[in-house]
């Protein structure tokens, strides 16, 4: 089992940029699917972005392609998701999440492994 632990969360203001990490212990992401989504208040759980570890294979959801990166660190076990031009809209709690597969998925059902969150804050 992999135990995913994020980091990077803060207050930033719109136009500023974060950068979330989140790192495996326990195993490798050798085998996995590596992806972000966040929770905003009211709203449902969202996807963001995610890496299939093994292709490098990189998915986007629309409203954070060209703002958002993912990338992975393979020798720290680590994801990053470096965050640009930051709009209050993407105010959330983001999540790092992990699924044994090649193939990426976009809704959290199939995420069976959760790193804990992280706050993230963009004033206007």
């Known amino acids: 089992q992999v135990q995913l632990v994020e980091s990077g969360g803060g207050l930033v203001q719109a136009g500023g940029s974060l950068r979330l990490s989140c790192a495996a212990s326990?195993?490798?992401?050798?085998?996995?699917?590596v992806g972000w989504f966040r929770q905003a208040p009211g709203k449902e759980r969202e996807f963001v972005a995610a890496?299939?570890?093994?292709?490098?294979?990189?998915y986007y959801e629309d409203s954070v392609k060209g703002r958002f990166t993912i990338s992975r660190d393979n020798a720290k076990n680590t994801v990053h998701l470096q965050m640009n031009s930051l709009r209050p809209e993407d105010t959330a709690v983001y999540y790092c999440?992990?699924?044994?597969?090649?193939?990426?998925?976009?809704?959290?059902?199939?995420?069976?492994?959760w790193g804990q969150g992280t706050q993230v804050t963009v004033s206007s």
């Open positions: 999440a992990a699924h044994r597969s090649v193939s990426i998925y976009t809704s959290f059902q199939y995420y069976p492994y």
């Open positions: 326990g195993r490798t992401f050798s085998n996995y699917v």
């Open positions: 890496i299939s570890w093994r292709s490098g294979t990189i």
